[in-house]
């Protein structure tokens, strides 16, 4: 398992030899050990890959994510055998309990709004009526708090006329963020031998990573802590996506301890399938902090 994020930002030409991944450009030719990718962004559609490159990436787990022509992620792999998937895993999968689905759902959702309100708090907002929501949190979220929460501090961290879905630079730059997200949980959740079609709460029969849709949600402030923090982007400018991307190497504490958020994200992810497959019975601790530095990776020209 790598620990690389590579990024293709230009007309290139990728391919394997001896244990390597080639990156041929205009400017030369780059070499990068394979063992050492855990995620290829491929943000163009100018560049050429082939499938002996393809396949050895799927070997060593990879991560492969392609944009489209607006730049926007909107594919990736995924493997057919991940080394530790088995039937024994996948028919525990099938008969998760509804009583542990709903308590790890209550869980997901009280640590997603209260990393909600720790963002409010660190730009210095009023974050009293998302605190409020998180009072009337019950079971399973039956009265939709996640929801109501989510509209409230969108609107106090952007401003009172924000749009969530709207085409503005800032929901582009969200929504690339919370992909590179979503395919990092699909990635963990593989590793460890299950599916992202089954979620324990998102149920879409459109959507094939519903697990991973629901994992990632407690994940989803950091996105949010790191536009704010560039809030003047005007277009999701290669700075803009690579910065998104690096945020994966920022450190956060995580259960009392500073890590990568990366590190996080596989340590919370094995653990609430453990609990989900009874392989542990305490629900999974999710106490994670933001620290005061937001690394800004060279923006100073396109904010």
Known sequence: M????????QHAKLTYSMNMMIVQTRDGINQVPIEDINLLLVSTTQAVITSALISKLAQNQTK??????KDNPVTETMDYYPGSRNLAKLNQQFKWESQRKQVLWTKVINQKITNQI?????????STNVKSELDKLEIDDVTNREAIAARRYFMIL???????????????????????LLSSFNREIAVNGYLSYLGIHHCSEVNQFNLAS????PFRPFVDYWVKAHEKIKELTPDIKYGLVELLSLEIKFKGKKTLLTNAI?????ECLHYLSEENKDIPEMEMNMTNEVPNNALNDNV
Do not use: P
């Open 266 to 270: 596989s340590d919370y992810t094995r």
């Open 64 to 69: 492969i994510i392609f944009v489209d022509e």
């Open 118 to 126: 720790a963002v409010l708090d660190n730009f210095g907002l009023d």
């Open 158 to 180: 952007f401003g009172q006329k924000f749009i969530r879905r709207d085409t503005s630079a800032v929901n582009a730059a969200l929504d690339y963020g919370y992909a590179i």
């Open 2 to 9: 790598g620990w690389r994020s590579v990024i293709i930002t």
């Open 214 to 217: 629901d994992l990632m949600e």
